[in-house]
């Protein structure tokens, strides 16, 4: 058994050692495909669409509108404007500087990330134009000004260069914040003309290599060598310190099957060398690990929002080209952020009053809370008029678009584990967030659901940047405005502002998920009726512990839109109630009808049979 083991690990040596592979192109189905101006593509490239075997998939590009061929790179998207088969280089042109028009690229790419793509391993040429934002104008640098990225308050200037700008080569108040390769430098250096936007029209060549591609794959080494005069690609083995050890290691166990005086050496001599070796390095990655969890503690304890200028909050969101929805702080966008390509979600907000110094320091205070079931703030934007905040995008939306969809339904388990998640996201922050207490704007609209379906709320500090919106709404609005506002936030006859506002604004959340539906005010002894004694909520498809779950979430949310903040729970209260059993809970006193002391104006009442229409549960999350 121990010679068969020992066995198992030489098979890959042996492959390593006499069996290194060798790259040849492949004999595919000869195709040829055209889009546009571009005719007769051909191996290795394929458009999206063409038959199997035409082509390498990993060379696909796909055509627009039928007119031009798309290339993606590294999260960029680039015209193809010319193959070159017989010195393998293809042309490629940045989307949004194809035309000739003052811009930003659609994605940054530098030269050195152009070539790390295992598929195109080198460029022809080495030249880079760089912009960076400067928050100030730069006197010696006008004529490389780009105009229609600079404003009154910040100037976008461009660089030549055949390498990546170091921070001390750039003035100290300005910051790269685009780079794209060129086919060569400027003519006049650093002037931006009409000969600066042809130059970036006529965008640069790339070498395409499949041997090359398929030689990193294998993790082996891809270098351009001469070969009887002719330039090519190579593949070379890596024989690093790893295989040397392995290699000697092996060496020495199989000699002491054979030899008596090696097997004693190896017994004596060798093996307290591996334990001693092994035990260093235990001892050294251990020390390592808590460097590490030292230094990650330290960074969450630093970190901050980035600050982002106007120029790239439109570069970010391709100049607000998709609007994900509108509410009563601002509008949302869907951006990427450059240049690692992450999705984020852009609120331009509404004008406020607010002065900038103020503005700022709220956010970078508020951006560094940090929870499963708060949104993250990852960066900002405040430049004169102009102020946005940047949050992680959310693929699932927002909960309303879930719980009052007539197509969509959730099950009783997961909206239980939604209000359970909810309730600590708001728990941590009255903990955590002093400034938030009492403004936390709780409603379905507000809380986000990520890739998972976790909760996430979501503008739990605008209520504070923009108090005037805020504090303008008046006994007069609309039901779905105030629909969550607790007595007091209505009239101060009812008390003071307190966390138990927000309990008050997540009760009323918890009945519109039990309930399905956005005016649920006017049912509160509907409700109170489902958490009686002897009778059991009538719930169509509900399981015997999905019913449990519904009554369970009806009676916390009773309990939280008490008339008296003073009678409401504490939202650790609430939360120990959707985590504890039904049987538990005492029954809550019957709410004061919401219109009966004005909070809300003239409303229909909704009959128990209206209420049960949208609860059936067809499928779960």
Known sequence: MEKQASAAPLFPLFIFLFFVPSFHARTLQQCSSSCGDLKNIGYPFRL????AGCGDVGFQLSCQNNNATILNLRGGKYYVKAISYG?????????????GRCGLPYRSLSMGEATEDGRFPSLITFWQANFFNCSGRIPELADSRVPCLSGNTFHVYVNFSNRNLFPYEIPGTCRVISRVPTSSKNELNYAYNETTLKLLASGFDLRWSVECRDCQALGYSCVYRS????????????????????LLFYMAYLASYFIFDIAMVVRFIFVPLVVFAFLLHKCLTSRKTVVDAESLGLGLKLSTPKRYSYTEILAMTNNLERKLGQGEFGSVYKGQLLPNG?????????????????????VSSLGKIEHANVIKLVGFCSQGSKRALVYDYMPNGSLDKHI???????????????ALGIAQGIEFLHITCAACVGRLNIKPQNVLLDQNFVPKITDFFLAKLTPEKYDSVSIGASNEVTEHMAPESISRDYGAVSCKTDVYSFGMLLLQMAGRRRNVSESTSWF?????????????????????????MIAAGLWCIQTNASDRPSITGVVEMLQGEFEDLQKPPKPVSLSQHGHTGELQSDSPKQLLIPMSVERSA
Do not use: M
């Open 404 to 418: 009052f969809s007539h197509s969509v339904h959730l099950s009783w388990e997961k909206l239980h584990e939604l």
């Open 528 to 552: 109170y009726d489902q958490v009686g004694d002897t009778k059991d909520v009538q719930l169509e498809g509900a399981t015997e512990n999905g019913t449990i779950l519904a009554r369970k």
């Open 87 to 99: 010195e393998r280089t293809i042309r490629i042109v940045d989307v949004n500087l194809a035309d």
């Open 342 to 362: 992450c999705l984020v979600a852009v609120k331009l907000l509404v004008e406020s009053k607010i002065s900038e110094e103020n503005f700022v320091n709220q």
């Open 227 to 246: 070969n009887n005069d002719q330039r090519i690609f190579q593949c070379e083995t890596i024989y690093d310190e790893y295989y040397v050890a392995q």
């Open 48 to 51: 999206e669409g063409d038959p």
